[in-house]
Nanobody
Framework: VQLQASGGGLVQAGDSLRLSCAAS????????MGWFRQAPGKERDFVAA????????YYADPVKGRFTISRDNAKNTVYLQMNGLKPDDSATYYC????????????WGQGTLVTVSS
């Protein structure tokens, strides 16, 4: 499985960005896809996830109400719509994929940098 993330950039506080992550390879076995982020000097944190079959979504508290995760099964792509961005949202964002039969994210994208200026 390969993941290709895109969509990061430099924006101002209050702006919006949409991240995309396209999966290729063993996509018929996707269970969940998610987004994580890591700021310099900090641990990688969970941001959001989506169940590939049911489309049920899950969010970290800091992004609830501002970020929306969605997927396009036909394109094997997951999106993260980020609205109302804050400087604290600045980080490298990674998409991740969990296959059926496992309980952890085994595949990771290369990361896309989001910088929010105040």
């Amino acid at each position: 499985v390969q993941l290709q993330a895109s969509g990061g950039g430099l924006v101002q506080a209050g702006d919006s960005l949409r991240l995309s992550c396209a999966a290729s390879g063993r996509t018929f076995s996707i269970s969940f896809m998610g987004w994580f982020r890591q700021a310099p000097g900090k641990e990688r944190d969970f941001v959001a996830a989506i169940n590939w079959i049911s489309a049920a979504t899950y969010y970290a508290d800091p992004v609830k109400g501002r970020f929306t995760i969605s997927r396009d099964n036909a394109k094997n792509t997951v999106y993260l719509q980020m609205n109302g961005l804050k400087p604290d949202d600045s980080a490298t964002y990674y998409c991740a994929l969990m296959l059926r039969g496992t309980t952890k994210y085994d595949y990771w994208g290369q990361g896309t940098l989001v910088t929010v200026s105040s």
